[in-house]
């Protein structure tokens, strides 16, 4: 019931959020780094979770997808509750998105063919022969139709981001995470992974969120933001990354999404006190 041919706009106000995060307390040894932090991604979505460095955007993705557990709180998806699901229950749920990581994740001892055939053996009962039908099907949605016997140390940094996001997409999941797509990417190898979002959302219909700190992608593909913030520990702001960049009442919300105007124009006044 989650999926469209293609991206309504209106799908976003009709159905219910395809991500609830409510009053999600997370942290370390007991230590919170995040508090309060409450938002939903809708459906078609494609939702950028942005702020400085040590604000807590990787460990809100951590709890998100259930590599650490919450302090505190809830997240939802599809109305089904990931934090206090059992382990049936979890395990399902986990089939339903899917992780491009930062570093792309890739195991270096498999090719890329037997990477990305990782989950459909994990998770389902294809036969060897149709699971190889699917891998080259995702290696070729991501243009790397003919690499399937590529080693992970043969390939560039930006292929290794597109094979690990073939791995991510094996399942046709219903959600799909990022982790800082664009570092360590050159400006075109990074708007090519854009365009790959944008193609996701616009034939599946599959919300897409976003851990990131690019300002180019964020104006180019993203729909809606949150930032986080480190001495707040927690949302500072939400909606609209245009409207925030231009109107936001929060001078640090202004300043950070304007950060790369500054460093072309050089500094035109002082630093705002007060905030």
Not at 127 to 133: F, L, M, T
Request: charge should be negative; hydrophobic fraction near 40%.
């Amino acid at each position: 019931p989650w999926r469209s041919t293609s991206w309504d706009s209106n799908a976003m106000s009709i159905d219910p959020p395809a991500i609830d995060v409510r009053d999600l307390e997370c942290g370390y040894d007991g230590r919170a780094v995040l508090q309060h932090v409450t938002f939903s991604v809708g459906r078609g979505e494609i939702f950028f979770v942005i702020g400085g460095s040590g604000c807590g955007k990787s460990t809100l993705l951590r709890n998100m997808i259930g590599l650490q557990r919450p302090m505190s709180g809830e997240v939802v998806f599809f109305g089904k509750s990931f934090v206090d699901a059992d382990a049936n229950a979890r395990r399902e749920l986990l089939k339903t998105f899917g992780v491009l990581y930062q570093s792309a994740a890739l195991w270096s001892s498999l090719t890329l063919r037997e990477n990305v055939a990782l989950p459909l053996q994990e998770y389902t009962r294809l036969s060897s022969r149709e699971i190889d039908e699917l891998v080259h099907l995702k290696l070729a949605q991501v243009g790397l139709r003919g690499y399937e016997d590529f080693y992970p140390a043969a390939i560039s940094g930006g292929m290794k981001k597109r094979a690990g996001l073939a791995r991510a997409l094996a399942l046709d999941p219903a959600i799909v995470f990022f982790d800082e797509p664009s570092a360590g990417l050159d400006p075109v190898t990074s708007r090519e992974i854009d365009e790959l979002i944008l193609q996701i959302r616009s034939t599946l219909g599959t919300p897409c969120v976003v851990v990131s700190h690019e300002l180019d992608s964020l104006f180019r593909i993203g729909d809606r933001i949150i930032m986080l913030d480190k001495a707040e520990k927690g949302v500072i702001a939400s909606g609209d990354p245009r409207v925030l960049r231009d109107a936001s009442p929060d001078a640090r919300v202004r300043e950070f999404l304007k950060r790369d105007e500054e460093h072309r124009s050089g500094p035109v006044q002082p630093p705002m006190a007060a905030r």
